[in-house]
Each structure stands twice: as C-alpha cells, then as structure tokens.
C-alpha cells in the first residue's frame, strides 16, 4: 500500500514557481526545487514526473488566472519562451494559446515586462 502524501500539491507548485521565476528553467536543478519545495527527489518525481513536469504544471497554474496582470507569471510565460518552446511542443501550445487569448497586445505586454528587468541607469 503507497504511503499518503503529507504535502500539500498546490504548495508545493507554488514554491517551485518562485524557484522557477528566479532561476529560469535550466538554471533550476532538481536540488534548487528539492530545497525550495521541502520535498525528497523521489517524492517530486513520483508527483510530477520531472522537472520539466513540474515546470508544466507551474506555468499551466500560472496562466490559469489573470496573469497578463501578474509578473511573476509573465516571468514565468518568458521564461518557457525563451528556453523551452523552440524545442518543447506542449509548451509551446501552452505559450501560443495564452497569447492568443491575450486582451492586449502580446508584444507589448512581453516586452513591458522584460524592459523592467533592465537595471535603471544614474
């Protein structure tokens, strides 16, 4: 009989969005989300599958809502555009059908995020 979970999903996809939207994707490592999330490696994978499965079910969770209003999000949708969508189908479906339900215009709203990461200048 498998052992019940004693973490909360919803939790754990939440801490691993934060890790996830400081990090990039391929600058997270298993060990970043393992310290990030509180959970063991074989407790991620069981739930998740991977770390690309986690990252899937993070940026799903982040464009569920109103994110064209949320940074975190926005960070978390460039972030998937740049380092996983060129070679990545499901997640570049999952970038091309939030953009295409975009009220705004996707260009604008991307570039206004990514322009305010640039250091302000004296």
């Known amino acids: 009989m498998a052992r019940p979970r004693n973490f909360n999903e919803d939790d754990v996809i939440e801490r691993a969005a934060g890790a996830f939207g400081q990090l990039g994707y391929t600058g997270c490592s ?9 959970l063991q490696r ?3 994978y069981k739930t998740f599958g991977s770390k690309r499965g986690l990252f899937e079910q ?10 064209q209003h ?4 926005l960070d978390l949708l460039i972030t998937a555009l740049r380092e996983l969508a060129s070679i990545d189908l499901p997640i570049a479906a999952l970038c091309r059908d939030a953009l295409a ?6 260009a604008q ?3 206004s995020r990514l322009l305010a990461h640039l250091p302000i200048k004296d």
């Open 30 to 38: 298993v060990d970043d989300l393992v310290a990030a999330t509180g």
């Open 70 to 73: 949320d940074p975190a999000a």
């Open 58 to 67: 993070v940026l799903r969770r982040a464009l569920a809502g109103d994110w």
């Open 101 to 106: 339900a975009c009220s705004q215009d996707p």
């Open 42 to 44: 074989g407790s991620l």
């Open 109 to 111: 709203l991307l570039g």
